[in-house]
């Protein structure tokens, strides 16, 4: 079966069940279609005129958990949406999914000896569908080679490189931004499938678009990289307006079930020196998550944070705070002694700008650094112990508060 034989193959099923039938990919955008038989709803006709339907009817099909059906299911109507009910019919191949056979049954009339020749249609048509998913794969950058271009070996570096100019994937990256997506919320497998779906769709989403200057890759499940080429330099205005709509887009295809935050590397002068600009990519993405709590970051957001970050996160703990930090945290359970004495430090141990900011009176605000200095037998008027006291209570920003005191 070829490229038209899938179509013959959906034109056929819609003809015989007298129902609209589609062929999406994984990510639900529209690949095959058949005509109309009076059943169309508000999301058929848009993605019918439109080729794409709408973000948010993607994010609640994928919230179904349909990436990882295996046998057809009903995706429920949806009234708000203007969605009607459909049969989805996994198109799998040697268990890989390479899209969904959806039918239209808004009053779910469909006869078991319908739905089986649903079933067998997805089963007739997933062997010529992975032909052109393969074809396809062979035809764009393998995302192994955007890895190994941002990797730290740097023979894996311009061997990646070389393998981009040959394929003539290097388009107008003059000037290279990164950003790195990262998506977060509670797993489970569905979870998980949807949100790597979602994170790939709007990863791609460029490229279906016609926007050929980027390239992407997903650095392992729930996080992404995307490299925007550009022939003069990016702006950090620009680069942020373009990476809110993609986190928008993600939300939208979230269905409420995780939310993303994402952070921009600055702009380097071509794909040669992408790595540096994927590195504080990433460490402004993990200030996105932690410290700054935002949904966008840039790398000039990071600040005096960038140092710290660079430890692992899952090296992140009490254990590794300064003694100074920890003989503090032993007799202040609650941590207002440590509150305290962080926003003094932050206005460099200015006392009226402290107590403004902790809105209390100066008097209260030295007699509480007394009693810091009592309790833990730290001198306050010695440099290196306010140095070790201020980078600590900073650490503290990035240990997770659900990790035990």
Same mark, same amino acid.
């Given at each position: 079966?070829?490229?038209?034989?899938?179509?013959?193959?959906?034109?056929?099923?819609?003809?015989?069940?007298?129902?609209?039938?589609?062929?999406?990919?994984?990510?639900?955008?529209?690949?095959?279609?058949?005509?109309?038989?009076?059943?169309?709803?508000?999301?058929?006709?848009?993605?019918?005129?439109?080729?794409?339907?709408?973000?948010?009817?993607?994010?609640?099909?994928?919230?179904?958990?349909?990436?990882?059906?295996?046998?057809?299911?009903?995706?429920?109507?949806?009234?708000?949406?203007?969605?009607?009910?459909?049969?989805?019919?996994?198109?799998?191949?040697?268990?890989?999914?390479?899209?969904?056979?959806?039918?239209?049954?808004?009053?779910?009339?469909?006869?078991?000896?319908? $739905?089986? /020749?649903?079933?067998?249609?997805?089963?007739?048509?997933? +062997?010529?569908?992975? *032909?052109? =998913? &393969?074809?396809?794969? !062979?035809?764009?950058?393998?995302?192994?080679?955007?890895?190994?271009?941002?990797?730290?070996?740097?023979?894996?570096?311009?061997?990646?490189?070389?393998?981009?100019?040959?394929?003539?994937?290097?388009?107008?990256?003059?000037?290279?931004?990164?950003?790195?997506?990262?998506?977060?919320?509670?797993?489970?497998?569905?979870?998980?499938?949807?949100?790597?779906?979602?994170?790939?769709?709007?990863?791609?989403?460029?490229?279906?678009?016609?926007?050929?200057?980027?390239?992407?890759?997903?650095?392992?499940?729930?996080?992404? $990289?995307? /490299?925007?080429?550009?022939?003069?330099?990016?702006?950090? +205005?620009?680069?942020? *307006?373009? =990476? &809110?709509?993609?986190? !928008?887009?993600?939300?939208?295809?979230?269905?409420?079930?995780?939310?993303?935050?994402?952070?921009?590397?600055?702009?380097?002068?071509?794909?040669?020196?992408?790595?540096?600009?994927?590195?504080?990519?990433?460490?402004?993405?993990?200030?996105?998550?932690?410290?700054?709590?935002?949904?966008?970051?840039?790398?000039?957001?990071?600040?005096?944070?960038?140092?710290?970050?660079?430890?692992?996160?899952?090296?992140?703990?009490?254990?590794?705070?300064?003694?100074?930090?920890?003989?503090?945290?032993?007799?202040?359970?609650?941590?207002? /002694?440590?509150?305290?004495?962080?926003?003094?430090?932050?206005?460099?141990?200015?006392?009226?700008?402290?107590?403004?900011?902790?809105?209390?009176?100066?008097?209260?605000?030295?007699?509480?650094?007394?009693?810091?200095?009592?309790?833990?037998?730290?001198?306050?008027?010695?440099?290196?112990?306010?140095?070790?006291?201020?980078?600590?209570?900073?650490?503290?920003?990035?240990?997770?508060?659900?990790?035990?005191?």
């Amino acid at each position: 079966m070829t490229d038209d034989g899938i179509q013959i193959a959906v034109d056929e099923l819609a003809e015989h069940l007298r129902r609209s039938v589609v062929i999406n990919d994984p990510g639900v955008h529209l690949l095959y279609s058949s005509v109309h038989f009076g059943d169309e709803d508000q999301i058929r006709v848009q993605a019918f005129l439109k080729r794409a339907a709408d973000t948010k009817a993607i994010g609640y099909v994928l919230a179904q958990g349909v990436s990882t059906w295996t046998t057809p299911g009903v995706i429920p109507a949806n009234e708000e949406m203007g969605m009607k009910a459909r049969v989805c019919a996994p198109i799998r191949w040697r268990g890989e999914l390479l899209g969904q056979l959806m039918v239209l049954d808004a009053d779910r009339s469909l006869t078991t000896a319908e $739905l089986s /020749l649903i079933n067998q249609t997805a089963k007739d048509v997933a +062997a010529a569908m992975a *032909v052109e =998913v &393969q074809r396809e794969a !062979d035809s764009k950058v393998q995302e192994q080679t955007v890895l190994d271009l941002v990797g730290r070996e740097a023979v894996l570096r311009r061997r990646a490189l070389a393998e981009l100019a040959a394929s003539h994937a290097l388009g107008h990256f003059e000037n290279v931004t990164a950003v790195e997506f990262w998506v977060r919320g509670t797993w489970d497998s569905a979870t998980a499938s949807h949100a790597d779906a979602a994170l790939r769709a709007v990863l791609t989403m460029g490229l279906r678009q016609g926007r050929g200057t980027q390239l992407h890759a997903m650095v392992a499940s729930a996080t992404g $990289l995307l /490299l925007l080429g550009s022939a003069v330099p990016l702006g950090e +205005a620009t680069a942020r *307006v373009h =990476v &809110q709509k993609m986190i !928008d887009q993600l939300e939208d295809l979230s269905s409420g079930r995780f939310g993303c935050v994402a952070g921009i590397g600055p702009c380097v002068p071509g794909l040669e020196q992408a790595y540096k600009t994927v590195r504080q990519a990433h460490l402004a993405r993990r200030a996105a998550a932690t410290v700054l709590d935002t949904p966008v970051a840039t790398w000039t957001d990071v600040g005096p944070y960038a140092l710290l970050l660079r430890i692992p996160d899952e090296d992140l703990s009490e254990d590794i705070l300064p003694e100074e930090v920890r003989r503090l945290l032993a007799v202040d359970p609650d941590r207002n /002694l440590a509150k305290t004495l962080r926003v003094y430090l932050d206005h460099a141990c200015n006392g009226p700008a402290a107590s403004d900011a902790l809105h209390i009176h100066r008097t209260t605000l030295y007699y509480r650094l007394g009693r810091i200095a009592t309790l833990t037998g730290l001198d306050l008027s010695e440099g290196r112990t306010r140095l070790s006291l201020h980078l600590g209570l900073t650490m503290l920003d990035l240990i997770p508060v659900d990790h035990p005191h």
